[in-house]
């Protein structure tokens, strides 16, 4: 089975959804179907159970499933050992962060170049729809995610920053002329539904499913990206909410950011694939966990 063949796959037996696969891949619906099919004609068996409405793993394929991730696994810890190896300290890092947080991390990202000349950090996009996939595929090292992170195969280190939230609601919204929102207000809005992509827990961190009386939030519309929110907000189509860095670096117009005066603080911290934690990736942690969170 060749490598693609594997990842599509593990993805589909994930997702369980033809469509969604084939986003997440960035292939075809019909190349997914081929590249089942053909394993399965391979290997004489069912792995998947599909009509037209549900998919499911056969017995076959959830042991095929629980084989290959194993395999896979081993393959992304000997090439993490590898590159470990090879790099020491002298390696350029790919930190995810979201929109301008990058910014924030400045006094840390200075005390890490001095402590490791020759080491440096390169800055990604995190797609808040989608946090962990750009981890688990090694296009990002590491990222600065809110907290809790609970997926066993990543590892989460030192707290690096400290915030509070903020509502973005559109400018003619009733509560643009209050100067300030708490999260009973939401059970009066919509709020930006992510989609499948992020844990249910993850979000809910942010934006939370009811609120402090027990109301249900409503989900909806749906966006993939920081901006897509920022649309939806500016047309009223919804309020939605965010740390407080975000209001610090946009100033979008139709949009105000009010304060979430009665939200949580919240945490962000290094996490990273727990296969994949390199010596330069470690130094990076130990220099946030000796400097601390940075306040916003």
């Known amino acids: 089975m060749e490598l693609r063949d594997i990842e ?27 590249a089942i099919a053909k394993q399965e004609r391979r290997l004489g068996v069912v792995l998947f159970d599909r009509t037209s409405r549900h998919v499911a793993l056969t017995p076959v394929g959830r042991r095929l499933r629980e084989d290959l991730q194993q395999a896979v696994d081993l393959l992304r810890e000997g090439l993490a050992r590898a590159e470990a190896s090879g790099a020491g300290t002298g390696q350029t890092l790919r930190l995810g962060v979201f929109g301008h947080a990058g910014h924030e991390l400045r006094p840390l990202i200075e005390a890490f170049r001095s402590r490791h000349p020759g080491s440096d950090v390169q800055f990604g996009e995190i797609n808040g729809s989608d946090p962990f996939t750009a981890l688990r595929t090694g296009e990002h090292d590491a990222h600065v995610l809110w907290l809790p992170v609970a997926e066993p195969d990543l590892t989460v280190g030192p707290t690096v920053l400290t915030g509070g939230r903020v509502l973005a609601v559109a400018t003619d919204d009733p509560l643009a002329e209050r100067g300030t929102a708490s999260l009973e207000d939401l059970g009066d809005n919509h709020v930006v539904d992510f989609g499948p992509h992020a844990p249910e827990y993850w979000i809910a961190a942010m934006v939370p499913t009811r609120t402090p009386l027990g109301r249900r939030i409503p989900r909806g519309p749906a966006a993939r990206t920081f901006h897509e929110v920022l649309s939806l907000v500016a047309s009223g189509q919804c309020v939605h909410p965010l740390g407080e860095i975000a209001a610090r ?48």
């Open 249 to 296: 670096y946009n100033r979008p117009p139709g949009i105000v950011f009010l304060p979430l005066h009665d939200a949580p603080t919240m945490h962000w911290a290094l996490t990273w694939r727990s296969t994949a934690d390199g010596p330069t990736l470690r130094a990076l942690a130990q220099t946030a966990a000796d400097l601390g969170p940075i306040s916003l």
């Open 8 to 34: 599509i796959f593990l993805t589909l037996a994930e997702e369980l959804h033809f469509g969604r696969t084939a986003e997440r891949l960035h292939v075809s619906q019909a190349r997914v179907s081929q």
